[in-house]
């Protein structure tokens, strides 16, 4: 027996499509828009004294209270705002928060761009290709260095603090984390290689047609 399909099945599909495209763009823009003002700070206060910062924290911090018991307060995170860090520890962090802004920049671009694709249902589209593979040398290496550049600029204003007795009963968690965004970087790469490969099956048989 024959099944018949649907005749709005495919139509319906198509719009599903494009509203999920449409939103997912949309989503993408407000991401480069955030980014682009939060490179813009970045920048024109770079260096600046007074920037807070958070920093995470390794162990608990304990105060004994007048009764004599111990009141101990768990902390992940802490808010950092000192006008005695010095210019190149802030330096440091001012250029840590610009890379990242231009890795998420160029991460939404490249989502901008397939969405833009699966609106027209072009996913494998020319430029796709070419923009996984800077977003994956962004991600790569602006992602290493803003890892590097946090952890420098940490370990510089926690040297400074202490050197004016403050926080010195803190550990403060400096280490950079270089694994993801290599591991990212890589799986972008291969991304790429997918695309370019579509996009010229995508061509070869459209010149078939």
């Not at 004294?49 to 390794?58: E, I, K, S």
């Not at 609106?119 to 589209?125: D, I, L, P, T, W």
């Not at 420098?152 to 040297?159: C, L």
């Not at 550990?171 to 694994?179: G, H, K, Q």
């Amino acid at each position: 027996m024959a099944v018949e399909t649907e005749p709005g099945a495919a139509a319906r599909a198509g719009r599903g499509q494009r509203i999920a495209a449409a939103t997912l763009l949309a989503a993408s823009t407000v991401v480069i828009a955030t980014n682009l003002g939060g490179v813009f700070v970045a920048a024109i206060s770079f260096g600046a004294r007074g920037n807070a910062f958070t920093v995470g924290l390794t162990e608990s911090a304990s105060t004994s209270a007048a009764d004599s018991s111990t009141l101990t307060a768990y902390f992940t995170e802490m808010i950092v705002s000192s006008t005695e860090i010095g210019f190149a520890a802030q330096a440091w962090i001012s250029l840590s928060r610009i890379l990242w802004g231009v890795v998420w920049i160029t991460i939404a671009a490249c989502v901008a761009v397939f969405s833009a694709g699966a609106f027209r249902a072009a996913v494998f589209g020319r430029r796709l290709p070419a923009l996984l593979s800077v977003t994956a040398v962004a991600v790569a290496v602006g992602g290493c260095g803003a890892e590097l550049a946090w952890s420098f600029g940490v370990a510089s204003a926690m040297f400074d603090l202490r050197q004016q007795g403050q926080l010195a009963e803190l550990t403060i968690n400096e280490s950079a984390d270089l694994v993801w965004p290599l591991v990212t970087g890589v799986v972008l790469a291969l991304l790429a290689v997918v695309f370019r490969s579509g996009e010229r099956l995508q061509r070869d048989t459209e010149g078939l047609v």
